[in-house]
């Protein structure tokens, strides 16, 4: 079955980058669109930006300015970066396979999601 | 961005009620729309997509309605395993949410 994994440093510095990565297993990553979404403690979800391997990508226009979402199809991996973050950059992020590969699409599979606090 | 709206925030029912939750776009999202359940410390599970269509394995207690601007999730006996957050999510233009529901049992 399908599953994805997030890893990444659970502690970035304010004004850092916060970087993490997805690993896919059970699907190939070329078939589909893979996004990052995020969650605040206690609040409700909010999606960031999304990547397929052609080369297409969409973002959150409140994030645009500080998200880049990559994708590595040798190591069946996307990656999250987000730039110049603050505390209310602290949440759980997730990321998820997009459910029949469209661009605009329900999400069908999600990681078990990793928190990350920003702090100094 | 399209704005979603889901009410009520909380409610409380007992084992075998019926219990809808609506959830309102701000302009029209055709049948662009998924319910999701979560439960505390866990991601959230996919439940139906494209306004009505069950996922796979999604007991058939669950169901979605609507277009438009105006959906449901209905649950129809409702049961202790359902106790969680339910959200909505729009994909018509890229993807927005709700604000989420947490549905007790009493």
């Known amino acids: 079955q399908v599953q994805l994994q997030e890893s990444g440093p659970g502690l970035v510095k304010p004004s850092e980058t916060l970087s993490l990565t997805c690993t896919v297993s059970?699907?190939?990553?070329?078939?589909?669109?893979w996004s990052w979404i995020r969650q605040p403690p206690g609040k409700g979800l909010e999606w960031i930006g999304l990547?397929?391997?052609?080369?297409?990508?969409n973002y959150n226009p409140s994030l645009k300015s500080r998200v880049t979402i990559s994708l590595d199809t040798s190591k069946d991996q996307f990656s999250l970066n987000l730039s110049s973050v603050t505390a209310a950059d602290t949440a759980v992020y997730y990321c998820?396979?997009?459910?029949?590969?469209?661009?605009?699409?329900?999400?069908?599979?999600w990681g078990q999601g990793t928190m990350v606090t920003v702090s100094s | 961005d399209i704005q979603m709206t889901q009410h009520p925030s909380t409610l409380s029912a007992s084992v075998g009620d019926r219990v809808t939750i609506t959830c309102r776009a701000s302009?029209?999202?055709?049948?662009?729309l998924a319910w999701y359940q979560q439960k505390p410390g866990k991601a959230p599970n996919l439940l139906i997509y494209?306004?009505?269509s069950l996922k796979s394995g999604v007991p058939s207690r669950f169901s979605g309605s609507g277009s438009g601007t105006y959906f449901t999730l209905t649950i129809s006996s409702l049961q202790p395993d359902d106790s969680a957050t339910y959200y909505c999510?729009?994909?018509?233009?890229?993807?927005?949410f709700g604000q989420g529901t947490k549905v007790e049992i009493k």
């Open positions: 494209k306004a009505s």
């Open positions: 302009q029209s999202i055709s049948r662009w």
């Open positions: 998820v396979k997009h459910h029949n590969g469209d661009y605009d699409d329900a999400f069908d599979i």
């Open positions: 059970g699907a190939s990553i070329t078939s589909y669109y």
């Open positions: 990547r397929h391997n052609s080369g297409s990508t």
């Open positions: 999510q729009q994909y018509n233009s890229y993807s927005t």
